[in-house]
């Protein structure tokens, strides 16, 4: 029997390339449901192509048009966050793939996974901000996460056969984004076009700026500490810019395990969905006489000042990661409409991490009060912070 999907976020870069698997694989793949924030002609073009049973548009205003243009097919046209909660929930659904771009991702997740549904998480910003919670529910339900990052999918592919082999390390490649040999001087003055020009990935424009700043590193380190089951201090980050090398695991006998690949999320994407069979592709194989020369060099925490910041955050834990990402949402999105520089989106995540309470042990509600407590932070020390 085919598998049948959720794919939320279908409209960005991992959920279209999800549907690219789908596509490769319609004997093995069926898509039950598919959300967007707001691109609604994309989704639209997506809901007739895949014929799926419920599509959902997250932006409430784009309803009439999404369910104007879908009128003639036998689609379900909801709308609303809530009902991106709910679709998840609906019995046919074996997996979820949450590919929705930050602390939006929180609530459909702990749905699907009360809802007993495999989750291929692409989203994450849900360990990020949650991820005692939801390692908590995940083993309450007994609902595998699969990571779909390519840091993480390595990683994982890394651990298959030796999960009862203690990991001394987890080593994490990072290209060191397009501003890896920059100065500070230069960095100051950086603009958004050059930071939305990834010198390896296509991704989104979120995405690409939290790897310019090294967030998305931050963010990785994170995810990976709730997914193995790591101390912090057991996650090396390595700058590896030719992006060969996805990840590495080094055992307590010393020996190293890496995973290497061509840039292509395609692969992690299809091996959340097929685990722990592989699918064949079509993708280009990666040719060694193409790199000659593969090179590591540790991360400068003093230039990218919010690599630190996430393990401070992960250090203290409580709500302090929900901090992190609830200022850094807000940053990012400043910085994309040219309101605040690439230095100050730093500046105002460290103020903001300062002055936002902090609470120990959280719970859901804790985490949904203190992201709308830091982004009112955040957006009022933004306010004071000239460019």
């Not at 991820?131 to 592919?157: C, M, N, R, W």
């Not at 991704?203 to 931050?218: C, E, L, Q, R, Y």
């Not at 060969?244 to 061509?262: K, R």
């Not at 400068?300 to 401070?312: E, P, Q, V, Y």
Request: charged share 20%; with cysteine.
């Amino acid at each position: 029997m085919k598998r049948s999907l959720a794919i939320l976020g279908s409209t960005g870069s991992i959920g279209t390339q999800a549907l690219e698997v789908v596509s490769e694989h319609a004997d093995l793949f069926e898509v039950y449901a598919l959300t967007a924030n707001n691109q609604v002609d994309l989704l639209i073009n997506q809901a007739r192509k895949y014929m799926p049973e419920v599509v959902v548009i997250a932006n409430e205003q784009k309803y009439p048009e999404l369910k104007e243009a879908l009128e003639d097919l036998p689609i379900k046209v909801w709308a609303g966050s809530d009902a991106i909660a709910q679709v998840v929930q609906s019995e046919p659904i074996d997996m979820v793939l949450t590919a929705m771009v930050g602390y939006s991702g929180l609530k459909p997740t702990i749905a699907a996974i009360k809802a007993g549904k495999a989750i291929a998480l692409a989203n994450k910003e849900t360990l990020v901000v949650a991820g005692e919670l939801i390692t908590s529910l995940a083993t309450e339900y007994k609902v595998p996460v699969l990571p779909v990052d390519s840091e993480h999918s390595a990683i994982f592919q890394c651990l298959a056969g030796e999960w009862e082999n203690q990991v001394e390390k987890i080593l994490l490649t990072a290209s060191g984004g397009p501003f890896r040999t920059k100065t500070m001087e230069e960095l100051a003055v950086v603009t958004k076009a050059q930071a939305l020009k990834h010198p390896n990935w296509t991704m989104g424009a979120k995405v690409t700026i939290d790897s310019a700043s090294m967030m998305n590193k931050g963010f990785e380190m994170i995810e990976a500490k709730w997914l193995f089951g790591v101390a912090p201090e057991q996650i090396q980050v390595v700058v590896h810019p030719q992006s060969v090398i996805h990840s590495m695991v080094q055992f307590e006998d010393g020996a190293v395990m890496a995973q290497l690949g061509i840039p292509d999320m395609k692969l992690p994407i299809s091996y959340a969905f097929s685990y722990p069979k592989r699918l064949t592709s079509k993708a280009p194989r990666l040719d060694f006489n193409q790199y000659s020369t593969l090179t590591f060099e540790e991360p400068d925490m003093t230039r990218f000042r919010n690599l630190a910041f996430a393990f401070d955050a992960i250090r203290k834990g409580g709500n302090m990661p929900c901090i992190l990402n609830a200022a850094n949402e807000i940053v990012v999105a400043a910085f994309l409409r040219d309101a605040i520089g690439f230095l100050q989106m730093s500046d105002v995540i460290e103020k903001t991490m300062e002055k936002v309470s902090f609470i120990t042990a959280p719970t859901y509600e804790d985490y949904v009060a203190t992201d709308a407590e830091a982004r009112r932070i955040a957006t009022a020390v933004m306010e004071t912070t000239g460019r």
